[in-house]
T-cell receptor
Framework: GQQLNQSPQSMFIQEGEDVSMNCTSS?????WLWYKQEPGEGPVLLIA?????ELTSNGRLTAQFGITRKDSFLNISASIPSDVGIYFC????????????FGKGITLSVRP | KAGVTQTPRYLIKTRGQQVTLSCSPI?????VSWYQQTPGQGLQFLFE???????NKGNFPGRFSGRQFSNSRSEMNVSTLELGDSALYLC??????????????FGEGSRLTVL
């Protein structure tokens, strides 16, 4: 089945730094999404991307849908302590009602 | 607007037992999906229900089953529990008023521990 690759498993950054994460796949996806999960909570949608090459921002977060449709990138600028959590990418194949495939997530830690 | 509600939040079972987890979607949302989350495997898709019908299914054994009621509430059941079933079970709903955009609204999950 489809697999999404996220690495490294954990990232440690200093408050105020920018951080970039990427997600790659051997499959072509029609939709890319980024979710964040905080301890004790379910994942929350951050950004959804629907077109190859699309660049979308949500506050300090910016995500891009790769031109090849096999990857996506998430950038967090000027990190703050509340950015800690697990960041998941997810892809959806073409076709109505297609299920989502999730990456294994990157755990982000922000040092004050 | 109330979010997705999952019950129970925590439960402990022993091997061989069965468990039923409940999910109430956001009002007006008609599609409910279930995911299993473990540290090693991340989020694994179990199944999706829409209008009381299972529309998608992941690669889990038949011990995992679900259903959806006419009010869109959903339950999932795991029979003959194994130690490896210990996980956070997440439910997510989507409006499904039109195109399936992949935008899921997750509950806080049910944490199952199998001893």
């Amino acid at each position: 089945g489809q697999q999404l690759n996220q690495s490294p498993q954990s990232m440690f950054i200093q408050e105020g730094e920018d951080v970039s994460m990427n997600c790659t796949s051997s499959s072509i996806f029609n939709t890319w999404l980024w979710y964040k999960q905080e301890p004790g909570e379910g994942p929350v949608l951050l950004i959804a991307l629907y077109k190859a090459g699309e660049l979308t921002s949500n506050g300090r977060l910016t995500a891009q849908f790769g031109i090849t449709r096999k990857d996506s990138f998430l950038n967090i600028s000027a990190s703050i302590p509340s950015d800690v959590g697990i960041y998941f990418c997810a892809g959806q194949l073409a076709g109505a009602n297609s299920k989502l495939t999730f990456g294994k997530g990157i755990t982000l830690s922000v040092r004050p | 607007k109330a979010g997705v509600t999952q019950t129970p939040r925590y439960l402990i079972k022993t091997r061989g037992q069965q468990v039923t987890l409940s999910c109430s979607p956001i009002s007006g949302h008609r599609s409910v999906s279930w995911y299993q989350q473990t540290p090693g495997q991340g989020l694994q898709f179990l199944f999706e229900y829409f209008s009381e019908t299972q529309r998608n299914k992941g690669n889990f054994p038949g011990r995992f089953s679900g259903r959806q009621f006419s009010n869109s509430r959903s339950e999932m059941n795991v029979s003959t529990l194994e130690l490896g079933d210990s996980a956070l079970y997440l439910c997510a709903s989507t409006p499904m008023g039109g195109r399936n955009t992949g935008e899921l609204f997750f509950g806080e999950g049910s944490r199952l521990t199998v001893l």
